[in-house]
Every structure is written in C-alpha cells, then in structure tokens.
C-alpha cells in the first residue's frame, strides 16, 4: 500500500498554520504590555505561517485520504514539527538561546508535562510567558482533535487522526460523527478555561497570571508565571483551591463532563473510572496529610503563612499536590519531597497513577490500573476452573481480550520504558534518585521530580543528552507509547 505523503504534508502545513495563529495572539501580547518581544514572537509567527502555506499549496490536489500509517505518521511527526516551529519565539527574541534548552521547554509545554529549564521566569516577556501558556493549552486536548475539527472544510475525514491522538484505551464518543465530537470536546476544553481564568482573577490573581495558569490547568501542564509556581499563592487559599477543583476537572474523563452539562449525571455515578479515581484522590490526599500533620519536619517557609491554621494547611498542601500529581499538572504549592521518606516514596508511586481516559493527563490512567487489576483477580479463578469462561467486566460490559491484551501489553511496555529511561539518566551522570524520578516524571508528562529534579529546581542541570532524551520520553509519554513506536519499527515502512 503506497504512502500518502502528500496528504501527510499537507495536514502539516495546517497545524502550522494554527501554530501561528496562536503565536500572533501572544504577539499581540506582547505588544499590549509592550515587553519588547512583539516583533521577534511576529517574526516567529510569519516563518511558521509561510512554511505551513508553503507546504499546504505544495500538495494541493492531494488525494483526500487518511488511512492508519498515515494517521500514525501526522500525530507523531506532527508533534514534533509543532515543537520544532514552536520554539521560534524563545530563539528570535533571545529568551532561551540554546536550541537544546528551547526545544525541551517547548516540547515539555506541547506534552503538557511542565517540565522546564528556566531559573528567572518572572524576568520573561510578557508575550513569551503567554506563549509559553499557549503551548501547554494546544497540547492538552491536542493540536490534531482541533484539526480533526477543520479538515472537514478541505474536505479530509479525521477519524484515523482521532485513534491515533485520542488519550486512554477506550473511545467513548458524544456524536456518531467525529468532527461534532472534537467541537465537542473543545468547546468543554474552552469553557473550563474561560471560568477558571474568571475565578483566578476574582480570587485575586492579576489578568495575566489568570489566563496563564488557566491555560496551564486545563492542559495538566503546569507552568507558572511564577519562580516559586502556585506557592506564591500560599497566603491565598482561595487561589489554590479554585486551581484544585480545575486541576480535577481536567484530569477526568472530558467526556463525563459533557454528560454532566447535558443533564445525564447518572453517566458519571455510574462511571467506574470516576469513582476509583474520585477515591484514589480523596485516600491518598488523607494518607499524606496525616504523614504531613502528625510526621512532617515541614520547613516554614513551605506552609508560610498558615492562614487557616496548621491542619488546614497541610490539608491543603497535600490535596494540592495529590491532585496535581495524579493529574500530572506538575503545578507546586510546596516541596513535597522535603516532606517525609515516605511520602517521597508514596508521591513517586502516584506518579505512575495517571488521570482518567479521555482527559488531559499524562501518565498510564486509572482505567488501565483497574483492568490490570480486574484481570490479575480473575487469574485466580481461571486457575481454579481452566474450562470457565470468565470475561473482565467494566462498567457492567463485558472488556474484549483484544483490550485486555492491549493494556497488559502496554504497562509492560511503559515500565520497561521507565527502567531504560533510567538507566540512559544514569548513565549520562544523574545519581539514582534523579535518574530514577525523572525518568518517571518525564515518561508521565508530571513535571517535578526528585534529587536535582526536584519540585523547587528545575531540569537546567541536565546534560545536553539528557534534555533530548526526556524530550523523547515526554513524547512517548504523551502519544501513549504505541503511536511512536509504531513509527520506530521497520514493519511499519514495509509496503503491504
């Protein structure tokens, strides 16, 4: 079967073209806060621009199909083009020089983990921090679903797109056809966004602070506008727990908001997924908070000021940082790995947890953990009746072996790829607590890791090597592994 290359190129050209849209809306930014930046992040704009059109008039006359290969091929490579294009404005207006040290915080921001190599973030332009934001933003739901929305209109069907970006195993959609359900999916997306943003700036943050770490909550990104992230908000509770509800909202599964905004609240009750995750969420922030309350040598400046008093606090801090881990919003209220050796140990096996299917975050997602889980149970009993027939169950449907198989497959593949992460850390000078934190931080898309990684430094220490080597890891963490491993294998280019 031959290659589509055409259709390939020119699907390229059209998320550059929306690449560049987006830089002028911090371009313009930049020229409202007259932060110096505006022509250079214009600059940026055009280039992305010309070469997107460039590329879509190139191939015009294409032929109109988008099959698996090439569904493969446009979502990997697509991210990659998005983050090579997109790291224009920190080289053009000299922010972040280096194009190692720029394509990691691009492709950190475009994999929403928030990992970042910045030591002075507040002496950034404005319209630099906004783009910044922007990249977290296109990145959550991701810049394919919002082609899938306009290749309509060139007269391309998205749906190989959709099975190849979509986040989690299963693909529970709102509309039969694809391209309602990605307006969908973005309306919700642009809704929660807008409201957060109203409360952060009700609850007193400034306008640009607001839209910033909206734009960062709803993509589980977490960069901040602020060197000390959200701990800046630490005498404002208000600001942390509005940033705690969004944080939530996305990471649950978009779709169950959907059916909550439409009336059908019975669809999320019944939910299996939100109920685990909704648990897992209110145990494990009790768990910490009591290590923090009756165990923790918590430094003051962590919790300073307690404006609630103590227990309120470390509930707070612990809800906060529970949530932001779990979702992999990667957003600090304190350093949680000051706390306890416990908890250190307990927030680095969250990091492995994940959000829900069909959310924003990162991570291996609670749906997976529970047919992992499911399956191993059922183990026992086939071992005892090997005649029985005894299918895995989820939300009172019966799971195909296919997915079943799928999911295995894939945690396998995410530890394996955890323990190599590791191991090239390491073996580029990392010590063990960094090599190994942020191996799982990176394949996770969290953010914060541990040892030099920690949720105060950031990963500016890196080697070189090891920039480009987490920057792999985020993307292989992002696309769910399968979509560009595919790519990497040799049977994928064979022609069939």
């Known amino acids: 079967m031959k290659l589509n290359t055409r259709i390939i190129i020119h699907i390229m050209g059209l998320l550059l073209l929306c690449n560049g849209s987006f830089m002028l809306l911090a371009a313009i930014a930049s020229g409202i806060y007259k932060d110096g930046a505006t022509m250079d992040i214009m600059l940026a704009a055009i280039v992305t621009m010309l070469f997107g059109i460039m590329a879509m008039f190139y191939t015009r006359g294409h032929k109109k199909e988008v099959k698996k290969k090439e569904g493969y091929i446009v979502v990997t490579f697509g991210w990659i083009v998005m983050s090579i294009s997109g790291m224009l404005p920190y080289l053009f207006s000299g ?12 492709m950190s921001g475009y994999t929403t983990t928030g990992a970042s190599i910045l030591d002075d973030i507040e002496s950034l332009p404005e319209g630099i921090l906004l783009w910044r934001s922007l990249t977290h933003w296109i990145g959550g739901m991701g810049i394919i679903v919002l082609a899938i ?7 391309i069907g998205g749906m190989q797109l959709f099975a190849a970006e979509a986040p989690g195993p299963g693909g529970d959609k709102l509309h039969p056809r694809i391209t309602d359900t990605a307006k969908r999916l973005w309306l919700i997306y642009f809704g929660y966004t807008v409201l957060e943003m109203l409360l952060l700036k009700f609850a007193g943050m400034s306008f640009f602070d607001a839209i910033n770490h909206a734009l960062a909550t709803m993509s589980t990104g977490g960069f901040s506008t602020k060197n000390a992230s959200l ?20 990471g649950s599964n978009f779709v169950l908001s959907y059916f909550a905004l439409t009336g059908r609240v019975q669809r999320i009750l019944k939910d ?23 165990g923790a040598d918590v430094p003051v400046s962590d919790f300073h000021p307690m404006v609630l008093g103590e227990a309120e606090s470390a509930f707070r801090h612990t809800l906060f940082q529970v949530v932001a881990v779990i979702t992999t919003t990667g957003f600090v209220s304190a350093d ?8 250190t140990v307990f927030f680095f096996g969250l990091m492995f947890l994940g959000g829900s299917a069909g959310s924003t975050a ?3 997602k609670v749906m997976r953990h529970l047919l992992i889980i499911k399956n191993g149970i ?7 009746h090997p005649n029985a027939v005894i299918p895995v169950r989820y939300n009172q449907k019966t799971v195909t072996e296919h997915i079943v198989y799928n999911v295995v ?18 073996f580029l000078g990392l010590d063990f607590v960094s090599a190994v934190g942020g191996s799982a931080s990176s394949l996770g898309n969290v953010g914060p890791a541990f040892g030099s990684l920690n949720p105060v430094s950031n990963y500016n220490s890196l080697p070189a090597a090891g920039k480009w080597w987490c920057s792999f890891l985020m993307l292989l963490g992002r696309l769910e592994l399968f979509t560009v491993l595919i790519v990497l294998t040799p049977y994928f280019w064979r022609k069939t």
């Open 95 to 106: 922010s972040i020089p280096s194009i190692t040290d720029a394509f990691f915080e691009t």
């Open 272 to 294: 299996e997924e939100f109920k685990y995750y909704f648990g897992f969420v209110v145990v494990f922030t009790i768990i910490a908070a009591s290590g923090v309350y009756f």
């Open 378 to 384: 059922l183990e026992f009993k086939r071992t005892l």
């Open 336 to 343: 949680f790995t000051s706390w306890t050796p416990f908890l």
């Open 362 to 364: 990162g991570g291996i």
């Open 409 to 426: 497959a894939f945690f396998v593949l995410y530890m394996l790829l955890f323990i190599i992460g590791s191991l090239v850390l390491g």
């Open 231 to 250: 701990a800046f908000w630490n005498d404002q509770p208000l600001v942390q727990y509005i940033v705690i509800l969004f944080m939530f909202l996305a």
């Open 149 to 155: 929305a306009i290749l309509p209109l060139l007269g």
